[in-house]
């Protein structure tokens, strides 16, 4: 079974509103998740590292104010993609390693489809 | 020089042969390699991870790793239509950066019954 939820699965969204996605570690705790994107065709791409309980760690050419990260507890990260605009429109995935060495495999949410009107 | 190469295919193999998906990496402090499956429209699932030198074998997948040459890649046996999706070569950043992986651009594997 999934080992990490996220939701929703796809959302449509007119521009200039904000859209949260929520990312849950199932049956085990996640104090660091992984936001990537992934444009069609293309590979997927590491827009921030998420730590609990304190800021998160943004990638180069992310920016942090449009793209909100909260990892308020051990099991549940949030992105918030703040006036989106339909160049947001991607799919956006989480992910968390299962273990707590530093060299655990991540596991992936089903992922969210983002579409910008 | 992209940090994580491979070829992007799309490869195209017969039911019953090997397919050889090949992964190079730039960063000499790379210490984990991992294989991700990744159908269409979906989010990528773990097949295979390797840390040493050599060959790993788990079913009919085998991930070889070579660091000399910074080279890592994924043979599957006996290869299947529903094997067909893309494949991802996913490496932990230099000196862990707290897990945080990079991934290549995926090579695309067909298997035609």
């Known amino acids: 079974g999934a080992v990490v939820s996220q939701h929703p699965s796809w959302v449509i969204c007119k521009s200039g509103t904000s859209v949260k996605i929520e990312c849950r570690s199932l049956?085990?705790?996640?104090?660091?998740m992984f936001w990537y994107r992934q444009f069609p065709k293309q590979s997927l791409m590491l827009m921030a590292t998420?730590?609990?309980?304190?800021?998160?760690?943004?990638e180069q050419g992310v920016e942090k104010d449009k793209f909100l990260i909260n990892h308020a507890s051990l099991t549940l990260s949030t992105l918030t993609v703040t006036s989106a605009h339909p160049e947001d429109s991607s799919f956006y995935i989480c992910?968390?390693?299962?273990?707590?060495?530093?060299?655990?495999?991540?596991?992936f949410g089903n992922g969210t489809r983002l579409t910008v009107t | 020089q992209k940090e994580v190469e491979q070829n992007s295919g799309p490869l195209s193999v017969p039911e019953g042969a090997i397919a050889s998906l090949n992964c190079t990496y730039s960063?000499?402090?790379?210490?984990?390699f991992f294989w991700y499956r990744q159908y269409s429209g979906k989010s990528p699932e773990l097949i295979m991870f390797?840390?040493?030198?050599g060959d790993k074998e788990d079913g009919r997948f085998t991930a070889q790793l070579n660091k000399a040459s910074q080279y890592v890649s994924l043979l599957i046996r006996d290869s299947q239509p529903s094997d067909s999706a893309t494949y991802l070569c996913a490496v932990t950043a230099i000196y862990n950066q707290g897990g945080k992986l990079i991934f290549g651009q995926g090579t695309e594997l067909s298997v035609k019954p």
């Open positions: 049956d085990f705790q996640a104090t660091t």
């Open positions: 390797i840390y040493s030198n």
């Open positions: 998420s730590n609990e309980g304190s800021k998160a760690t943004y």
């Open positions: 992910s968390a390693p299962l273990g707590r060495q530093i060299n655990s495999p991540l596991h």
């Open positions: 960063d000499r402090g790379s210490q984990s």
